[in-house]
């Protein structure tokens, strides 16, 4: 069975400062994996997905399937990111099925 | 853009009480899901659905939950008897063909009293 696990339920940082929302899964097959965001009292929105390799909001993530990690990293954190993070795993690759595996999530608050 | 859609976004029921909650997938999307996060707790899937049939549920989804599509753009979940247990947030999600990632709706909180 897949698992996803945030060891950090609550981050803390100042503007300005990096961060790094750590990630890591137990998947015995090739994982697609997604960090997705919640801003206070809205959805959750997809912010990265492993596939496309790209930048968004300047948040980027590796995928390192030796360390088993997709952590979640920015150079320099702004007070719009805070949020809660949730890393999530597919494992059936856009066939039918492919349930989420959410992790417990990450409170990223970033201070003035 | 286009999003998910839900209602009611709060549901307040007695226990042993039937619920339906709603949503209203992206037009384009063919994959639909439900999951719920019980405060303080991890997001968690319940079912899967796909071309009118459930394609996959978790051990959560017990015979007390059902899910339709009744029409072209709803998608519900109903709950027949609630529990007290069942008091959590519940999110639709929707996933168009070929593609991984699941869009979300903003949720419905379910309240059993």
């Known amino acids: 069975a897949q698992r996803v696990t945030q060891p950090e339920k609550l981050l803390s940082v100042f503007k300005g400062a990096p961060v790094e929302l750590k990630c890591n899964y137990s998947y015995s097959g090739s994982p697609e994996l997604f960090w997705y965001v919640q801003y206070s009292r809205q959805r959750l929105q997809l912010l990265l997905r492993?596939?496309s390799r790209e930048s968004i909001k300047g948040f980027t993530a590796d995928l390192n399937k030796g360390e088993t990690s997709f952590h979640l990293k920015k150079p320099f954190a702004q007070e719009e990111d805070s949020a809660m993070y949730y890393c999530a795993l597919s494992t059936a690759g856009g066939t039918s099925g492919s349930r989420l595996t959410f992790g417990e999530g990450t409170q990223l608050t970033v201070n003035p | 853009e286009p999003e998910v859609t839900q209602t009611p976004s709060h549901q307040v029921t007695q226990m042993g009480q039937e619920v339906i909650l709603r949503c209203v997938p992206i037009?384009?999307?063919?994959?639909f899901y439900w999951y719920r996060q019980i405060l303080g707790q991890k997001v968690e899937f319940l079912v899967s659905f796909y071309n009118n049939e459930i394609s996959e549920k978790s051990e959560i989804f017990d015979d007390q939950f059902s899910v339709e599509r009744p029409d072209g753009s709803n998608f519900t979940l109903k709950i027949r008897s609630t529990k007290l247990e069942d008091s959590a947030m519940y999110f639709c999600a929707s996933r168009r063909q070929g593609a991984y990632e699941q869009y979300f709706g903003p949720g419905t909180r379910l309240t059993v009293t």
């Open positions: 492993h596939i």
């Open positions: 037009s384009n999307h063919l994959y």
